[in-house]
């Protein structure tokens, strides 16, 4: 294993600084965070996932103007779609086949309109990431969440509804499955909820309710050799995983189905600092992702292991180009390489900046005790 040279603490708290400054500049009027702003494929759009994350990192730095201007957001996008929810929502009571067209997509445009061009659409672990995420910034900041009521509402619903449907993963990919990593999601954002006060008696109940099966499903067909797996059913780990125990609960850290999953992950996808998604990747030919090198840092850092989560963080730190701008993910260990072409030439280099990644150096940074004194 390659030895990484430790950062020095102010460099990496200057990274902080820059990290805060990159999701500022690129944070679009509307309070939207677009996933990158320059990335052909992403360009224009905002992702809840992306964006529950990256609010995340902005609300430990301090920046509540930021973050209150992104929930604002989400809170009007989902909003105007109530109608189209309850819509929704009767056609599932009353035992129909809702087609995946008519269900509400996983990216928005930044004035929070749906998208034109074709996306892979269907993905609850926004909505669950989103819910999750709001509540989150509230209790930290001693914030009445009701400020956000009427989207958490619509989340409800639509989550409530539609969990247990199969749907693409955070990578977009698998529609045919049930992932792991969304039902953690599903229960983090729910549980949440209940516990925020904020829904109606009906809707808590159905938070609480939905949380447990999504948890009794994950727990039943999704665990293999000791760690949670990729999808129901399947043997293999996925990046993601370690969010189904910091943040999302799904199972309690230190259990030894936690312990087992984030050493599974840092086994079979951590190459000296620097995460895969998973060992089937092609995109861009399979390299690693920055902000799944903090998630992981993130999980050791619950469990104690602060020496561990320093190393990611300083591989993470490594990755910012000189600008402090932080990539999507690099190059330097694919797994499958010979596939990297074929999408330079469809979409261009890789996503610089994205601000996820930022967002999750911001959070592994204030795990590690690194924002004290340098919020906004």
Not at 148 to 153: N, P, S
Request: aromatic share 10%; glycine share 12%; proline share 4%.
């Amino acid at each position: 294993m390659t030895t990484l040279p430790s950062h020095r603490t102010h460099d990496l708290v200057a990274l902080a600084r820059r990290s805060h400054a990159v999701i500022r500049e690129h944070q679009h009027a509307s309070g939207a965070y677009p996933a990158s702003p320059t990335f052909s494929a992403y360009r224009g759009y905002a992702w809840l996932r992306d964006g529950g994350f990256t609010a995340e990192g902005m609300s430990r730095y301090g920046d509540l103007a930021s973050v209150n201007a992104f929930h604002d957001w989400v809170d009007a996008t989902l909003s105007a779609r109530r109608d189209q929810v309850d819509e929704l929502v009767a056609l599932r009571a009353a035992g129909r086949e809702v087609p995946r067209d008519l269900l509400l997509p996983t990216r928005f445009t930044l004035d929070g309109g749906d998208g034109t061009d074709e996306w892979w659409d269907f993905q609850t672990d926004g909505y669950g990431t989103w819910l999750w995420s709001v509540v989150t910034h509230a209790r930290r900041h001693g914030l009445d969440p009701g400020r956000w009521r009427r989207g958490i509402e619509v989340a409800v619903d639509f989550v409530g509804a539609f969990w247990d449907r199969p749907c693409f993963d955070w990578w977009e990919e698998h529609d045919e499955q049930r992932h792991v990593s969304t039902l953690g999601a599903i229960v983090g954002g729910l549980e949440a909820v209940a516990g925020a006060g904020v829904p109606d008696a009906a809707r808590a109940s159905t938070c609480r309710d939905v949380a447990a099966r999504a948890r009794a499903l994950a727990l039943a067909e999704g665990v293999a050799d000791g760690h949670l797996t990729k999808w129901l059913g399947s043997t293999a780990v996925d990046g993601s995983l370690p969010a189904c125990v910091v943040p999302f609960g799904l199972v309690e850290v230190g259990s030894p189905l936690a312990r087992g999953t984030v050493a599974a992950v840092a086994r079979d996808l951590d190459a000296d600092g620097g995460v895969h998604r998973f060992l089937a990747d092609v995109f861009y030919g399979g390299g690693q992702w920055l902000l799944l090198s903090c998630l992981l840092g993130w999980n050791l850092a619950a469990q104690g292991d602060t020496e561990g989560a320093r190393r990611l963080l300083d591989w993470v730190a490594a990755q910012a180009a000189d600008s402090g701008e932080m990539p999507e993910q690099v190059g330097h260990h694919l797994l499958h390489p010979h596939t990297r072409a074929e999408w330079v030439e469809r979409w261009g280099e890789v996503a610089t900046p994205l601000l996820w990644s930022h967002g999750m150096y911001l959070v592994l940074a204030d795990e590690l005790g690194l924002l004290e004194g340098v919020q906004a």
